[in-house]
């Protein structure tokens, strides 16, 4: 069974991970078994790689962009820019 976990139960966020946005899609699973419940908390990637792998679909739309290195930078600097925006709001 997975859930979204509640705020409060997310244990203190690095600064690294709190520039990358935290986590994008972060689930909460547990199992039960005969010696009890268990649950543990994922939390996928970071909101910054999501928006960056979103970028790359009209990006790579690019004529003339083929060099992997750029189209990469590329994406994730519509990333950062997007993670920027959302300070605002």
Known sequence: MSEIPAPEDFPALDDKTKNEGGP???????WKSVHGSRSIINF???????????????????????????????????ADAMLEARKGQ
Do not use: N
């Not at 994008?24 to 547990?30: G, V, Y």
């Not at 928006?51 to 990006?59: K, S, V």
């Open 24 to 30: 994008a899609f972060p689930s909460r699973e547990k």
């Open 44 to 78: 996928g990637m970071s909101l910054r790689d999501y928006f960056a792998g979103q970028a790359l679909t009209r990006i790579s739309l690019i004529p003339g962009l083929t060099a992997e290195e750029e189209i990469a930078e590329r994406a994730y600097m519509f």
